[in-house]
Antibody, heavy 123, light 108 residues
Framework: EVQLVESGGGVVRPGGSLRLSCAAY????????MNWVRQAPGKGLEWVSG????????GYADSVKGRFTISRDNAKNALYLQMNSLRVEDTALYYC????????????????WGNGTTVTVSS | ESVLTQSPGTLSLSPGARATLSCRSS???????LAWYQQKPGQAPRLLIF???SRATGIPDRFSGSGSGTDFTLTISRLEPEDFAVYYC?????????FGQGTKVEIK
């Protein structure tokens, strides 16, 4: 079964750091670009970051640029999001999402979603 | 960076009715790279439509997408009880990805 499982969320003070992880199952991980998408409580979807199949191309939303770093380990079928200098407005459910095209690029429609991991930034 | 505007914000309809959701882009969408997602409370979004009109795997044929350029539509031909949810459109094909703000389809 194709599945994405996120972990690493939690409660952190403003200015703190967290590292999110996503484990991929049931597909050839290194064939696909991957993304992180977040959803603040009661709000819509916001694309956060993406990475192509081999990690040599990445993208970030302006709201997280310079603070968040996306990476992947194809040998472990894993995706990561290092989040530094966290702000209250980063509070959200963070989804790990597969790009739906096997080109390996991340900026495509999103066909497989994890259940998300919650990040709460609060003093 | 394009901005996607969805309308209406909320659509109140009865089961069996036809739902028409709109997504308008501030810039022309190349190659019709427009997707639609459904999200139910407490669940992750689910891909419904990609390429403006292609149904994703397992999506019932009561869901259809149309449009080109800057104006796109998601149509649900006859609403089933499980279709009441929030729907998002997304412009892809370039970074960053852009989502619309969502349309909630609620039971009238």
């Amino acid at each position: 079964e194709v599945q994405l499982v996120e972990s690493g969320g939690g409660v952190v003070r403003p200015g703190g750091s967290l590292r999110l992880s996503c484990a991929a199952y049931g597909f050839s991980f290194d064939d696909y670009g991957m993304n992180w998408v977040r959803q603040a409580p009661g709000k819509g979807l916001e694309w956060v970051s993406g990475i192509n199949w081999n990690g040599d191309s990445t993208g970030y939303a302006d709201s997280v640029k310079g603070r968040f770093t996306i990476s992947r380990d194809n040998a472990k079928n894993a995706l990561y999001l290092q989040m530094n200098s966290l702000r209250v407005e980063d509070t959200a459910l963070y989804y790990c999402v597969r790009a739906g095209d096997q080109s390996g690029y991340y900026f495509y429609y999103m066909d497989v979603w994890g259940n998300g991991t919650t990040v709460t930034v609060s003093s | 960076e394009s901005v996607l505007t969805q309308s209406p914000g909320t659509l109140s309809l009865s089961p069996g009715a036809r739902a028409t959701l709109s997504c308008r882009s501030s810039q022309s969408v190349n190659s019709n790279y427009l997707a639609w997602y459904q999200q139910k409370p407490g669940q992750a979004p689910r891909l419904l439509i990609f390429g403006a009109s292609s149904r994703a795997t397992g999506i019932p044929d009561r869901f259809s997408g149309s449009g080109s350029g800057t104006d796109f539509t998601l149509t649900i031909s006859r609403l089933e009880p499980e279709d009441f949810a929030v729907y998002y459109c997304q412009h892809y094909g370039s970074s960053p990805g852009t989502f619309g703000q969502g349309t909630k389809v609620e039971i009238k």
